[in-house]
């Protein structure tokens, strides 16, 4: 990914942000790590990112998702559970990396629905899931990132992460149907949503300028 350092600032002091736990949340590929450096470097938040490549089952979990569907889903649960933790706890504004409510109404419920988790086990995650969701505050704004399947595939295909390269496209669609009913029950805290189809804040100018404006308003 391109460092983001470079970026264009915000002009605004960064005490004028009123909020201290900001959350972006979408499927993969829809352009969250590269959100939350942007707004890392522009609004000087401490960016918390997804444990994607800590996780020790993942390789195990593309090649066979039945087997090995609930120790991941449970390591990421783990994982988030205490980076929630330490974040609440952390004394500056924080911008985060997908939230612990995706982990489990998003990718577990898939899962599920596909028969890749048996019951008892989803069960079993869900009543885990809903403890730790009630003990922690939620963020101060969610913002909603969503993108089309062929823009998913196409930045898969760039990131060139080698364990992600064959997802299936059905895999992929499933999880854009429960992002969208997910972001459409969501009410624990003020959202918005942004399109990133054809949003570049990586090298282009205006774009970055639209989603400043968008996203500080709310700021």
């Given at each position: 990914?391109?460092?983001?350092?470079?970026?264009l600032?915000?002009?605004?002091?960064?005490?004028?942000?009123n909020?201290?736990?900001?959350?972006?949340?979408?499927?993969?590929?829809?352009?969250?790590?590269?959100?939350?450096?942007f707004?890392?470097?522009?609004?000087?938040?401490?960016?918390?990112?997804?444990?994607?490549?800590?996780n020790?089952?993942?390789?195990?979990?593309?090649?066979?998702?039945?087997?090995?569907s609930?120790?991941?889903?449970?390591?990421?649960?783990?994982?988030?559970?205490?980076?929630?933790?330490?974040?609440?706890?952390?004394?500056?504004?924080?911008?985060?990396?997908?939230?612990?409510?995706?982990?489990?109404?998003?990718?577990?419920?898939?899962?599920?629905?596909?028969?890749?988790?048996?019951?008892?086990?989803?069960?079993?995650y869900?009543?885990?899931?809903?403890?730790?969701?009630?003990?922690?505050?939620?963020?101060?704004?969610?913002?909603?990132?969503?993108?089309?399947?062929?823009t998913?595939?196409?930045?898969?295909?760039?990131?060139?992460?080698?364990?992600?390269?064959?997802?299936?496209?059905?895999?992929?669609?499933?999880?854009?149907?429960?992002?969208?009913?997910?972001?459409?029950?969501?009410?624990?805290?003020?959202?918005?949503?942004?399109?990133?189809?054809?949003?570049?804040?990586i090298?282009?100018?205006?774009?970055?300028?639209?989603?400043?404006?968008?996203?500080?308003?709310?700021?």
């Amino acid at each position: 990914m391109p460092s983001l350092t470079p970026m264009l600032h915000c002009s605004a002091p960064r005490q004028c942000i009123n909020k201290r736990y900001v959350a972006i949340a979408g499927n993969i590929g829809v352009g969250k790590s590269t959100l939350v450096e942007f707004l890392s470097h522009t609004f000087g938040l401490k960016a918390v990112f997804e444990p994607h490549e800590d996780n020790p089952y993942l390789e195990d979990f593309y090649s066979n998702m039945q087997r090995w569907s609930l120790a991941s889903q449970a390591y990421f649960l783990g994982r988030k559970f205490r980076l929630c933790r330490e974040a609440q706890e952390w004394p500056q504004p924080i911008v985060q990396d997908r939230t612990i409510y995706e982990d489990a109404e998003v990718f577990a419920r898939n899962l599920y629905e596909q028969g890749f988790m048996d019951e008892r086990d989803f069960e079993t995650y869900w009543e885990l899931y809903e403890n730790i969701r009630d003990s922690l505050r939620p963020p101060d704004l969610l913002i909603c990132l969503r993108a089309d399947l062929r823009t998913i595939r196409r930045r898969i295909r760039l990131r060139a992460r080698s364990m992600e390269q064959n997802i299936p496209t059905a895999y992929i669609r499933r999880l854009n149907a429960l992002y969208e009913d997910w972001f459409n029950s969501y009410r624990l805290s003020p959202s918005i949503t942004i399109v990133t189809n054809k949003i570049d804040y990586i090298t282009d100018l205006v774009d970055r300028i639209d989603i400043l404006k968008e996203i500080e308003k709310h700021l």
